[in-house]
C-alpha cells in the first residue's frame, strides 16, 4: 500500500510566520504542490518545543495556540493558526502504540508547528495534532518509534517533524538574511552527507559529530529528524525542500521521504 510523504522542516525563528523570503516561499510553493497530489486525515507534527517525561499526543478538538518565544512585538501574540484537532485521531494513534503514547489536553499548537502550517497549508483545513519528545529517550528510540509510526502513512496521516539541524544562540546574527557563517556551511554538509547515507552511526551519536557542539547548546531540535529517517522505507527517497539558514547560523534544511 502506498504512503504518503513524511516531512522535515526546519522552522528557525517565529519571524518566518510573517516574513516572506527564501525559505518561507520553499514551503508555500512545495505546500501547494503536496496538498494537490494528497488529502491528509490529519497532520501529526513532531515538535522540537514541547519535550516532556514521556511520550504525549494532543488530544483536543479545540487546539490552544502556545506562545512559547518572549520579547516579541505584540502580533505575534495575537496570531492565531486556524488548527483544528481531533480527539478521535489522536486516541487512534495512542492505542496504536498504549505502552509508549499516551493523549493529554494541556498542549496545544506551539511556534514548530505554526510556523510550518501558516507556510505549507494557512487555511487550516486538516485537523493537527502534536507529538512531545521524550526527554529521556537516547536517539535509537526516536528512530525505532518514527519505524513503528510510519504504518499510520498508509493511513493517510501526514507526520511532520519540525526542528533545525544547527540551533545555536552563541552565535548567530541578527539580520536573517546575513551571510552564513563557514563553520555553520561545513556543519550543514557534514549533516547532508550522514542523511544521503542513512549512516545511522553518525546521525545516532550526533554529539561526536564534527562540529556539533559548535550547533547546538541542547539538541531537541535535531530530534525530528530521527523520527522521519524511521519512517522512511527501503525503496524511498529523500529529497530536499529547502537548503539555506538564516541567522547565520540556523539551518533551514528541510526534507521530504516519499
Known amino acids: 500500500m502506498s504512503k504518503i510523504p513524511t516531512l522535515f522542516i526546519g522552522h528557525g525563528s517565529p519571524y518566518n510566520l510573517f516574513e516572506q523570503n527564501d525559505f518561507t516561499k520553499s514551503l508555500h510553493d512545495f505546500g501547494k504542490t503536496l496538498f494537490q497530489q494528497h488529502h491528509p486525515e490529519a497532520i501529526v507534527i513532531i515538535s522540537a518545543h514541547w519535550m516532556a517525561n514521556g511520550t504525549y499526543i494532543t488530544a483536543s478538538d479545540h487546539p490552544k495556540m502556545v506562545y512559547d518565544y518572549y520579547n516579541f512585538p505584540q502580533r505575534f501574540y495575537e496570531y492565531v493558526y486556524p488548527a483544528k484537532g481531533s480527539s478521535l485521531l489522536a486516541n487512534k494513534i495512542a492505542k496504536f502504540l498504549p505502552d509508549v503514547i499516551k493523549t493529554t489536553t494541556e498542549w496545544g499548537i ?54 533545525n539541524l544547527i540551533h545555536t544562540f552563541r552565535e548567530m546574527k541578527y539580520n536573517m538574511e546575513s551571510e552564513p557563517f563557514k563553520w555553520a556551511m561545513e556543519l550543514d554538509a ?12 553518525s546521525l545516532f551519536n550526533y554529539e561526536k559529530m564534527s562540529l556539533n557542539k559548535r550547533g547546538f547548546q541542547t539538541y531537541e531540535h535535531y530530534i525530528p529528524l530521527l523520527y522521519v529517517l524511521g519512517m522512511k522505507g527501503d525503496q524511498e527517497e529523500i529529497a530536499y525542500i529547502y537548503e539555506g539558514l538564516q541567522h547565520g547560523s540556523i539551518s533551514h534544511r528541510s526534507l521530504v521521504v516519499q
Open 190 to 201: 557534514i549533516q547532508k552527507n550522514a542523511i544521503n547515507k542513512m549512516d545511522l552511526s
Open 110 to 163: 506551539d511556534h514548530a508547528a505554526t510556523i510550518v502550517l501558516q507556510n505549507l497549508i494557512p487555511s487550516g483545513e486538516i485537523p493537527v495534532i502534536e507529538l512531545s519528545l521524550d526527554i529521556n529517550q537516547p536517539p535509537q528510540f526516536h528512530f525505532e518509534l518514527g519505524q513503528q509510526l510510519s504504518k499510520l502513512r498508509e493511513e493517510n496521516i501526514l507526520f511532520i517533524g519540525s526542528g
